[in-house]
């Protein structure tokens, strides 16, 4: 997990915060297409790469010295979805396009959101699929226009 900067939108790692409350949370693979949003002034909510052992645990084990940590035991690496790439908007915005295989959807509480979902069962396809999207989608936060309202 990297850190973000709430103004700057400065990417950090764990080890480097100062104040935990000027930062945010933000999955490695994003980051740079969250950073560049944000510069933009397409302001995120949330968003989420995509994970592809998050249905894969077999067992949670709880140490005193490392906290909690999830163990992936089983030897098949197919998976059951849904797996996808998600990022949501603080307002309701329009995109001149959308990066290659993504679409626009709503959060519960009506936020504007793309996301792209992996049809892929296998653990590596999926984290194939999650990289190229993640190139895909900086490459098309680039392209974008400084957005106004």
């Known amino acids: 997990m990297a850190y973000m900067h709430k103004e700057t939108f400065k990417i950090y790692?764990?080890?480097s915060i100062v104040n935990p409350d000027d930062y945010f949370e933000v999955d490695e693979l994003i980051a740079l297409p969250?950073?560049?949003l944000n510069r933009k002034g397409y302001i995120t909510m949330s968003c989420c790469a995509g994970h592809p052992f998050v249905n894969l645990v077999d067992i949670r084990i709880q140490s005193p010295d490392l906290g909690s940590h999830i163990v992936y035991e089983s030897e098949d690496t197919t998976i059951k979805g849904p797996h996808r790439t998600i990022?949501?908007?603080e307002e309701k915005i329009s995109f001149p396009?959308?990066?290659p295989n993504f679409a626009i959807s709503e959060t519960e509480d009506k936020r504007i959101c793309i996301e792209r979902h992996y049809d892929d069962n296998d653990v590596y396809?999926?984290?194939r699929e999650i990289?190229?999207?993640m190139e895909q989608l900086y490459e098309w936060t680039l392209?974008?226009?400084d957005y106004k309202k």
């Open 13 to 15: 790692a764990e080890n």
């Open 34 to 36: 969250i950073q560049t």
């Open 87 to 89: 990022i949501a908007f």
């Open 97 to 99: 396009t959308l990066p």
């Open 125 to 127: 396809g999926i984290m």
């Open 131 to 133: 990289l190229g999207s």
């Open 143 to 145: 392209d974008l226009p």
